[in-house]
RNA sequence: GUGGGUAUAGCUCAGUUGGUUAGAGCGUCUGGUUGUGGCCCAGAAGGUCAAGGGUUCAAAUCCCUUUACUCACCCCA
């Protein structure tokens, strides 16, 4: 038997409706901030992310679905969106068309790494983009509105850790500092982060390994190395922050893993999920534009895991779904009348009523039981004397009255299923 | 890539120190009189006990191998 490949998940019927209800209130939040939706193609060729994210990131050294094509071009599925999304503003030269691009997605992301709680090969993530100003109003606002969606879903047991990694040539001068620092200690260090003073020495501090925690303990820290001008936007961030009612905590080890972060790094997580309690991420990306194309455009964005929100709902028990149901199922009286049935049901449905019926002659009691299971608000009995008198007859499910009406009545049998 | 755990019906799981035709609940289907649901009752269908090998008179049960799933490390959403 073919199953589906490791790390990847079929969405099934009776789990659909609470996906596109958090799709639609992802959609409905975003639009009261004026974010227009953008969708761009799954697959890219791969310098895009090589470029983008950073050769040395883990994501692009290890975790991509990479693969020739049949004209021998290397092609990736897109690991995560703000690549693509600003290879397309770039491509399309959205920015010359207007200052700010306020963009939002709803997608499917594919990393190839090994499965667990929270973590598949093919995952959804919904994010936002604000492409062409640096304000830091807008760093705040991506902040918000994650905070707005997570929080209008339910959630509530979420922390928002902020961090700032400044620009370049702050980071270079406190880069240095910390090799001076690390010079005499690194021999005490992790094997990886021994590899990470030359890769990429900030995510030292990522380490979970408790003799590179102690030898960091003391390091100096990015957020006391920064110029006034970061420090500044810095401070601009928080009070907006606070201003909007959204609680957060600095976090000066929040480094991050992409290489394009300038200034801004957040992430919000919770504790009802297994070890990869990060729901969402991002930050304030001013160097991306120019990595992948030809001009400077300041940005900043963020991406949320949607597997990992559904499953921190599912521990606090919030996203309560309404039950399906059925406006009306049609019960067959008898089954010469198999055809006529059928019609009456499709002149029903062609009005806009959800309407069902059975597909296989079942006795008149399996179809009132198949009536209830599907949680019909009404049932209509169609056939036997009644028909011979060109009526029938509608039954309220939950009173269990029912009253006789004319067959070709159908404005009033409809409005009797709607009230 | 590195560890740990698990694998019995569609689902959730029982299955004694190896011992006849492998069980339950839920779900599915049928029925509980003539044309009526929920609750209840009765019956039926449904299993190569993950796969392969070994030990044994005898294996779902013990041993080995493989595979899948799962959790964690790494890292990220």
């Known amino acids: 038997m073919i199953k589906t490949i490791a790390g990847t998940k079929d969405t099934l019927p009776f789990e659909i409706?609470?996906?596109?209800?958090?799709?639609?209130?992802?959609?409905?939040?975003?639009?009261?901030?004026?974010y227009k939706e953008i969708r761009t193609p799954v697959f890219e060729e791969t310098s895009l992310f090589a470029r983008g994210i950073g050769e040395s990131t883990d994501i692009v050294s290890k975790e991509m679905y990479t693969f020739l094509d049949r004209s021998q071009t290397s092609i990736t599925l897109r690991p995560e969106m703000t690549a693509s999304v600003m290879r397309s503003v770039l491509e399309h030269s959205l920015d010359k068309q207007q200052q700010l691009n306020k963009l939002y997605y709803i997608s499917s992301m594919f990393r190839q790494e090994r499965p667990q709680a929270g973590r598949l090969r093919q995952f959804n993530q919904f994010g936002a983009e604000a492409i062409g100003l640096e304000d830091p109003l807008l760093d705040a606002e991506m902040i918000i509105i994650a905070y707005d969606i997570l929080k209008g879903l339910g959630l509530n047991s979420l922390?928002?850790?902020?961090?700032?990694?400044?620009?370049?040539?702050?980071?270079?001068?406190?880069?240095?500092?910390?090799?001076?620092?690390?010079?005499?200690?690194?021999?005490?260090?992790?094997?990886?982060?021994?590899?990470?003073?030359?890769?990429?020495?900030?995510?030292?501090?990522?380490?979970?390994?408790?003799?590179d925690q102690k030898i960091m303990e003391n390091a100096p820290l990015l957020l006391e190395h920064l110029d006034d001008g970061s420090l500044e936007k810095f401070e601009t961030v928080k009070s907006y922050l606070l201003k909007a009612g959204v609680p957060f905590e600095i976090d000066p080890r929040l480094v991050r893993g992409l290489d394009y972060y300038t200034h801004t790094t957040f992430e919000i997580i919770s504790r009802n999920v297994g070890s990869q309690s990060a729901l969402c991420g991002g930050g304030r990306y001013d160097l991306l534009a120019s990595e992948i194309g030809d001009r400077l455009i300041p940005a900043v964005g963020f991406a949320a895991g949607m597997e990992r929100i559904l499953l921190a709902c599912e521990n606090e028990n919030c996203l309560v779904i309404p039950e399906d149901e059925v406006g009306v199922y049609i019960v067959r009286l008898n089954n010469d009348l198999y055809n006529e049935t059928y019609n009456f049901a499709l002149q029903l449905r062609r009005n806009s009523v959800k309407a069902e019926l059975d597909y296989s002659r079942k006795s008149v009691k399996a179809q009132m039981r198949e009536a209830n299971k599907i949680n019909a608000r009404k049932t209509i009995l169609f056939g036997g004397d009644e028909y011979?008198?060109?009526?029938?007859?509608?039954?309220?499910?939950?009173?269990?009255?029912?009253?006789?009406?004319?067959?070709s009545d159908i404005e009033k049998i409809i409005s009797i299923i709607e009230d």
Do not use: A
């Open 17 to 34: 409706s609470k996906w596109q209800y958090f799709e639609n209130f992802v959609e409905e939040v975003m639009s009261r901030f004026n």
């Open 159 to 211: 922390e928002v850790k902020i961090n700032s990694l400044g620009v370049p040539s702050s980071r270079e001068n406190y880069k240095k500092l910390l090799r001076m620092y690390l010079d005499d200690k690194k021999g005490g260090l992790s094997e990886e982060s021994k590899k990470r003073l030359d890769s990429n020495i900030l995510r030292i501090f990522d380490s979970k390994i408790e003799s």
């Open 388 to 407: 011979t008198n060109n009526e029938i007859v509608i039954k309220d499910m939950k009173s269990g009255v029912q009253e006789k009406i004319g067959l």
